[in-house]
């Protein structure tokens, strides 16, 4: 069997290898990664299940040894497999891919396949293995105890900025996908009260009946989308439509209150109606796709890949596409649950495997639909969406012109009839990702399921991203306050109290702060935030899988393994050089569409000279850039540093371990394990008879023999 | 065969979102003999614990 998908796997990789310039069918995409996953999964993680980690099923897992009902418990792999899914995955893995499309189709689908199977997947599960090791531990405590202060205080600041800048740039993609597009802000500022009511539904009405709750929640939502179609013209739409200026005030309130809120009216269902829309899209996307069999519209390798000039974002195809993607491909972020939450309450070992590299596995795929549906708009098109209103002067016509120089041809009547057929106002530089995925799915679905239904699909599809994104940036601004209160908690106690009031608001407000002053830099950045801030985005979180990367490494290291060190080694090394690399370029280039200093030299100079340089309109639009510029420079060079920092502590542990033959970590000692449970999905036949013999046993224990 | 699935998926749902937490907390009840909570004082008890947890949600 394994020879079968092997072949259908080299099949769909020499055709996406070999085509140029004939219409390709977007299903060689999909099949190749499938095929490429089932391989990895079944060769790649057992090998480095067995060899590189070596679990052990006979030795008891934390949620085993220290079962308390509440962090720590025994969970069902499957059920497992779903939690530590829907914590990983969001709205990352269906921009970054939607933002890469502009180098064309091939470099971000062999990165996304690539780097999930060799690093993005192999992170997520030593991560996994090594704090399930060691009860639980965050990152943050593990490079602590087993790197160092200096390392473990570095990796802690990089955490909570790099957490601020994910915050932001989540933010930023729903403020661009709902400026002036009152059908999407209707249907999303619908979820709050839906939202509210499943909380009072599940506290006060019926305790607990989270199914029934969830599906009036997703037939409400429905309803929503279909209700903010009819609004259109009215008072309420005009009411509606508002500018991002507003929609970051609205964001930030917003963000403030649902952190300060009790968590079950408000976080806690949002939370299932994510889930569940997050289960349903994939589900509906797989289908849609192998049921529309989309053409890919673009080249496999575009000239903006190598010329580094795209207007998406400025930066040739190495480092920027492994930027771009982060999320879908290697993701720091997945770093941070691995670790924490979902080693409390992994059953068996060797589940690890299904769960950590499963799930990756899973998200990867995501990401490839995502990429697909971008790759299948017309690139005009696509361009139109994605250039900066700098570029494109936001109309029709500026479109039309712009994408004319690029080499592609879209007239302003048919740029005007594509947003009619989603029925919004204008799609020419609805940048951010989120509408052009939007766009690519309601097509795909209009294909698949027909109906006329686009425009309902493009804001089904608006809708589900924007609650991904509410989700995680109510659910991100709660650690951060976390974070927060902790750290200060170590200096002046009382702040440390999660239940005092004061301390919460305050350290909410600060973090909510921090993200809305990023968010607000991005949105009235006159270059267009989407291609200033996502580079730094993509490069802060694949700076945070640098780190956990150097954990894992470090502890192959001291644990004497070092023949299997390039298991996590290798992606180490890449993941340095492209973080790297981009970093310098973005710190150091003196192309100013590249380098942040450059450009705010380019920008300064320019005002000491009285002069006003396009995009900017005014000499309060330069200082603006100036002080953007300014600010993501510093970000960025203090997140390559404090990387650096974790890493070259790093290295003396290893030197001194490698010297050692090993060193002690902080592994607890193994106990034995009394549970039985299968490794993988599917029980094997052996696993299937010791589960029988297991039932037998806790059968009889039950009926003591003076009862028969 | 259809309803084999329909019921695995109903139990993957309700485990998922811990809708069957309250059966477990009776069966254990009744297992150990003791007396169970209601199901109000058991969902509100475990919202409080939710609270005080971080709950991290990814990109």
Same mark, same amino acid.
């Not at chain 1, 499957?78 to 939690?83: A, K, P, Q, S, T």
């Not at chain 1, 005030?249 to 806690?268: C, D, K, N």
């Given at each position: 069997?394994?020879?079968?998908?092997?072949?259908?796997?080299?099949?769909?990789?020499?055709?996406?290898?070999?085509?140029?310039?004939?219409?390709?069918? =977007?299903?060689?995409?999909?099949?190749?990664?499938?095929?490429?996953?089932?391989?990895?999964?079944?060769?790649?993680?057992?090998?480095?299940?067995?060899?590189?980690?070596?679990?052990?099923?006979?030795?008891?897992?934390?949620?085993?040894?220290?079962?308390?009902?509440?962090?720590?418990?025994?969970?069902?792999?499957?059920?497992?497999?779903?939690?530590?899914?829907?914590?990983?995955?969001?709205?990352?893995?269906?921009?970054?891919?939607?933002?890469?499309?502009?180098?064309?189709?091939?470099?971000?689908?062999?990165?996304?396949?690539?780097?999930?199977?060799?690093?993005?997947?192999?992170?997520?599960?030593?991560?996994?293995? $090594?704090?399930?090791?060691?009860?639980?531990?965050?990152?943050?405590?593990?490079?602590?105890?087993?790197?160092?202060?200096?390392?473990?205080?570095?990796?802690?600041?990089?955490?909570?900025?790099?957490?601020?800048?994910?915050?932001?740039?989540?933010?930023?993609?729903?403020?661009?996908?709902?400026?002036?597009?009152?059908?999407?802000?209707? +249907?999303?500022?619908? @979820?709050?009260?839906?939202?509210?009511?499943?909380?009072?539904?599940?506290?006060?009405?019926?305790?607990?009946?989270?199914?029934?709750?969830?599906?009036?929640?997703?037939?409400?939502?429905?309803?929503?989308?279909?209700?903010?179609?009819?609004?259109?013209?009215?008072?309420?739409?005009?009411?509606?439509?508002?500018?991002?200026?507003?929609?970051?005030?609205?964001?930030?309130?917003?963000?403030?209150?649902?952190?300060?809120?009790?968590?079950?009216?408000?976080?806690?269902?949002?939370?299932?109606?994510?889930?569940?829309?997050?289960?349903?899209?994939?589900?509906?996307?797989?289908?849609?796709?192998?049921?529309?069999?989309?053409?890919?519209?673009?080249?496999?390798?575009? +000239?903006?890949?190598?010329?580094?000039?795209?207007?998406?974002?400025?930066?040739?195809?190495?480092?920027?596409?492994?930027?771009?993607?982060?999320?879908?491909?290697?993701?720091?972020?997945?770093?941070?649950?691995?670790?924490?939450?979902?080693?409390?309450?992994?059953?068996?070992? +060797?589940?690890?495997?299904?769960?950590?590299?499963?799930?990756?596995?899973?998200?990867?795929?995501?990401?490839?639909?995502?990429?697909?549906?971008?790759?299948?708009?017309?690139?005009?098109?696509?361009?139109?969406?994605?250039?900066?209103?700098?570029?494109?002067?936001?109309?029709?016509?500026?479109?039309?012109?712009?994408?004319?120089?690029?080499? $592609?041809?879209?007239?302003?009547?048919?740029?005007?009839?594509?947003?009619? !057929?989603?029925?919004?106002?204008?799609?020419?530089?609805?940048?951010?990702?989120?509408?052009?995925?939007?766009?690519?799915?309601?097509?795909?679905?209009?294909?698949? $399921?027909?109906?006329?239904?686009?425009?309902?699909?493009?804001?089904?599809?608006?809708?589900?991203?924007?609650?991904?994104?509410?989700?995680?940036?109510?659910?991100?601004?709660?650690?951060?306050?976390?974070?927060?209160?902790?750290?200060?908690?170590?200096?002046?106690?009382?702040?440390?109290?999660?239940?005092?009031?004061?301390?919460?608001?305050?350290? +909410? =407000? %600060? %973090?909510?702060?921090?993200?809305?002053?990023?968010?607000?830099?991005?949105?009235?950045?006159?270059?267009?935030?989407?291609?200033?801030?996502? #580079?730094?985005?993509?490069?802060?979180?694949?700076?945070?899988?640098?780190?956990?990367?150097?954990?894992?490494?470090?502890?192959?290291?001291?644990?004497?393994?070092?023949?299997?060190?390039?298991?996590?080694?290798?992606?180490?090394?890449?993941?340095?050089?492209? @973080?790297? !690399?981009?970093?310098?370029?973005?710190?150091?280039?003196?192309?100013?569409?590249?380098?942040?200093?450059?450009?705010?030299?380019?920008?300064?100079?320019?005002?000491?000279?009285?002069?006003?340089?396009? #995009?900017?309109?005014?000499?309060?639009?330069?200082?603006?850039?100036?002080?953007?510029?300014? %600010?993501?420079? %510093?970000?960025?060079?203090?997140?390559?540093?404090?990387?650096?920092?974790?890493?070259?502590?790093?290295?003396?542990?290893?030197?001194?371990?490698?010297?050692?033959?090993?060193?002690?970590?902080?592994?607890?000692?193994? /106990?034995?394990?009394?549970?039985?449970?299968?490794?993988?999905?599917?029980?094997?036949?052996?696993?299937?008879?010791?589960?029988?013999? /297991?039932?037998?046993?806790?059968?009889?224990?039950? !009926?003591?023999?003076?009862?028969? | 065969?259809?309803?084999?699935?329909?019921?695995?998926?109903?139990?993957?749902?309700?485990?998922?979102?811990? &809708?069957?937490?309250?059966?477990?907390?009776?069966?254990?009840?009744?297992?150990?003999?003791?007396?169970?909570?209601?199901?109000?004082?058991?969902?509100?008890?475990?919202?409080?614990?939710?609270?005080?947890?971080?709950? &991290?949600?990814?990109?």
């Amino acid at each position: 069997m394994w020879t079968v998908v092997a072949l259908v796997g080299a099949t769909c990789w020499t055709v996406l290898a070999l085509s140029r310039g004939e219409s390709v069918s =977007a299903l060689w995409i999909l099949f190749a990664a499938l095929s490429s996953y089932a391989i990895a999964y079944r060769f790649y993680s057992k090998f480095i299940a067995r060899k590189v980690l070596q679990v052990d099923d006979r030795r008891a897992t934390p949620a085993e040894r220290l079962e308390n009902g509440r962090d720590f418990e025994v969970t069902d792999r499957r059920v497992l497999f779903g939690h530590h899914f829907a914590a990983i995955a969001g709205a990352g893995p269906l921009v970054g891919p939607v933002l890469a499309a502009q180098m064309g189709y091939l470099p971000g689908t062999v990165w996304i396949i690539v780097g999930v199977i060799a690093a993005g997947a192999v992170q997520d599960m030593v991560v996994l293995f $090594f704090s399930m090791r060691r009860n639980g531990q965050s990152l943050g405590q593990m490079i602590r105890a087993e790197i160092g202060v200096v390392g473990g205080t570095a990796a802690l600041i990089a955490v909570f900025a790099i957490m601020i800048i994910i915050l932001a740039v989540l933010a930023l993609i729903v403020v661009n996908a709902l400026a002036e597009s009152p059908w999407g802000v209707f +249907s999303i500022a619908l @979820t709050i009260p839906i939202a509210l009511f499943m909380g009072v539904y599940l506290r006060v009405l019926r305790p607990g009946r989270v199914l029934e709750a969830s599906a009036i929640g997703v037939v409400a939502l429905l309803a929503a989308i279909i209700g903010g179609g009819m609004i259109d013209g009215t008072a309420l739409g005009d009411a509606l439509t508002l500018d991002k200026t507003t929609l970051v005030i609205a964001l930030v309130v917003y963000g403030f209150v649902a952190s300060v809120l009790p968590v079950w009216l408000l976080l806690t269902p949002r939370d299932y109606l994510s889930t569940f829309m997050k289960i349903g899209v994939i589900v509906l996307l797989a289908v849609g796709l192998v049921i529309a069999m989309p053409v890919l519209q673009n080249d496999a390798v575009s +000239s903006f890949a190598l010329a580094g000039n795209g207007p998406v974002f400025a930066g040739s195809l190495f480092p920027f596409v492994f930027i771009t993607i982060a999320c879908g491909a290697l993701s720091g972020f997945h770093a941070l649950i691995s670790s924490g939450t979902t080693p409390k309450m992994v059953a068996k070992e +060797s589940q690890v495997r299904v769960i950590g590299y499963g799930g990756m596995l899973m998200e990867s795929f995501v990401a490839i639909s995502a990429l697909i549906a971008a790759c299948i708009l017309d690139p005009a098109l696509y361009f139109s969406m994605n250039a900066p209103a700098g570029a494109t002067g936001g109309t029709v016509e500026g479109a039309s012109a712009f994408v004319a120089n690029l080499g $592609f041809s879209i007239s302003p009547a048919e740029l005007q009839a594509a947003a009619d !057929t989603i029925e919004e106002a204008t799609l020419v530089s609805r940048t951010g990702g989120a509408p052009t995925l939007a766009y690519g799915i309601s097509e795909i679905f209009q294909t698949a $399921f027909g109906g006329g239904l686009q425009a309902f699909w493009y804001h089904f599809a608006i809708m589900f991203e924007a609650l991904f994104i509410l989700t995680a940036v109510d659910a991100g601004t709660r650690v951060g306050r976390f974070m927060l209160q902790d750290t200060v908690g170590n200096v002046w106690k009382r702040f440390g109290d999660l239940t005092w009031r004061p301390a919460s608001w305050t350290a +909410s =407000a %600060v %973090v909510v702060g921090l993200w809305g002053y990023i968010l607000y830099v991005g949105v009235t950045d006159p270059l267009g935030g989407i291609n200033q801030l996502f #580079p730094l985005f993509g490069i802060a979180n694949q700076l945070l899988a640098a780190i956990a990367l150097t954990l894992c490494t470090t502890l192959l290291v001291k644990h004497g393994k070092l023949r299997w060190v390039w298991v996590t080694g290798v992606p180490l090394a890449w993941v340095l050089v492209i @973080t790297m !690399t981009a970093s310098f370029q973005k710190v150091f280039s003196g192309d100013p569409k590249v380098g942040y200093f450059a450009q705010r030299s380019l920008y300064a100079d320019a005002l000491d000279r009285g002069d006003v340089l396009a #995009p900017a309109a005014d000499a309060a639009a330069m200082e603006k850039v100036i002080t953007n510029s300014t %600010v993501n420079g %510093v970000l960025q060079s203090l997140f390559a540093v404090l990387t650096l920092v974790v890493v070259a502590n790093a290295a003396v542990v290893c030197v001194r371990a490698i010297r050692a033959g090993g060193l002690p970590t902080t592994e607890v000692p193994a /106990e034995p394990s009394r549970i039985v449970e299968p490794s993988g999905f599917f029980p094997t036949a052996e696993e299937r008879a010791l589960l029988e013999a /297991e039932r037998e046993r806790l059968a009889a224990e039950r !009926t003591p023999s003076g009862q028969q | 065969m259809i309803r084999r699935w329909a019921a695995g998926v109903r139990w993957w749902l309700r485990a998922l979102t811990g &809708e069957d937490r309250y059966d477990r907390h009776l069966a254990a009840c009744a297992a150990d003999g003791r007396t169970p909570m209601t199901r109000r004082a058991f969902e509100r008890h475990r919202a409080d614990v939710a609270a005080a947890h971080a709950h &991290e949600r990814c990109c």
